[in-house]
């Protein structure tokens, strides 16, 4: 093959290669605007619906405390609710989007794993044999 036509077709692997990158980054993207940022918006609605409720039942319990402990104490029940309640949060947010990633994976691998290969294949005319490829990604 003569250099200048191999020259072109590893251009146009590369090009093929970025393609496959952008689409991996919109997928991404795609992911934190449609899963995370919602969620974190209701968690965050949320949040400051029960944690007001819960501060102010806390409140009712010790503001008879001295002005100092009472700074302190308020200050640790915020703490600790605002800790747990996200610990609670990010537990199940983690589990969601591991099971999200895990289906875009399943749906990508064949576009960024065997588009390739098959696409080098015609273009280099270099035949490879074909695999059954599948996400090496589980929620486990």
């Not at 991404?28 to 918006?41: A, F, G, V």
């Not at 308020?74 to 099971?99: G, I, P």
């Not at 289906?103 to 576009?111: A, D, P």
């Not at 960024?112 to 035949?127: A, G, M, R, T, W």
Request: charged share 30%.
């Amino acid at each position: 093959m003569p250099l200048g036509e191999l020259q072109q077709k590893i251009a146009a692997f590369e090009a093929k290669k970025q393609d496959f990158a952008i689409l991996l980054d919109s997928e991404t993207k795609r992911l934190i605007k449609n899963i995370l940022d919602e969620d974190l918006t209701r968690f965050g609605k949320k949040l400051l619906s029960a944690g007001q409720t819960h501060l102010v039942r806390q409140f009712t319990e010790i503001k008879n405390l001295p002005s100092r402990n009472l700074k302190d104490s308020l200050e640790y029940v915020v703490v600790d609710y605002l800790k747990r309640a996200f610990s609670t949060w990010l537990a199940m947010e983690d589990d969601r989007l591991a099971s999200a990633v895990e289906k875009i994976c399943k749906r990508l691998v064949i576009k960024i794993v065997d588009s390739p290969l098959n696409f080098s294949s015609d273009l280099f005319e270099i035949f490879f044999e074909t695999i059954k490829t599948e996400a090496p990604w589980s929620v486990k």
